[in-house]
């Protein structure tokens, strides 16, 4: 997950000035002589583990607000606004010195980096369009910690993110009447969610943009015959084209039904059989806390 290549793409989706860390709108603090502590964060990726993509890399930045824990959450006034923690590959560091006062605090930590957080109950946030494309996709997978009722401490706050939108995984199985094997590349599109939201930053939920329009998803193969695409949480009450699968230039279309849940991975697979209007769908399950 490199950071610059993920600026450009959320600038181009999101028309916010994400960029890199800047304390431009924040006077340094220097090094107080009354002994207060710095503030230490570290952040951990919902999986764990080092690998590309479902990890924090060497480059990446976080957002991180810091309020009196009796305080609201709000876009300036908190003890800590919207500063970049960037991560050098095994610390994640701050443009300045932050240091704790006595009492206790909240802290809210949220990925990707936004340069200006114009609400922070109400933040616009979209996915991309075209998600076979990993940076695209990467870019698109809003992720949320917070941890409450801190006092100052010499070892550093530990907040674990966790995923708040919603993800598709689609199998493709090759039916019994299909003639042959599936080809080794689809295209596969997520039909009529809508794909604009507003994101909460004080509790960690994204909303349904209601006057959002409805898009198609290009979703990304991550292995032969599997493809992920992330949505946002939302209901279809009404059956309509959800998925398609387009091989060899014939259109495999499923109409169905549907609800992204947040933080939710749905698993489902779909059968490919030799008539394009006779597609299955399996439901597989559902996972939280994806890779």
Known sequence: MKHNIISILLVAMLGTGLQACSDEDTAPLTNPADGRMKMEFSFSHPTG???????FENGDQVGLFVTQSDAPLEIGGNTVNNECMAFNGSAWNAARNLYWDNGEYNAYAYFPYLNRVSSTTDLPFSVALDQSIPEEAI???FLYASSKGITASSNPVNMSFRHILSKLTIRLIKGEDFEGDLPDK???LLHNTVTSSTIDLSAGIA???SKGLKNSIKARQVSQNTFTAIAIPQRLDNRVPLV???MNGVSFLYESKFQFKPGTNHLVSLVIDKNPDQVKIEI????????
């Open 49 to 55: 583990t080092r690998v590309t993509e479902t990890a």
């Open 139 to 141: 870019a698109s997978d």
């Open 186 to 188: 689809a295209t596969v």
């Open 207 to 209: 909303t349904k943009d």
């Open 244 to 246: 398609e699968v387009i």
């Open 284 to 291: 597989g399950g559902e996972i939280t806390d994806w890779n």
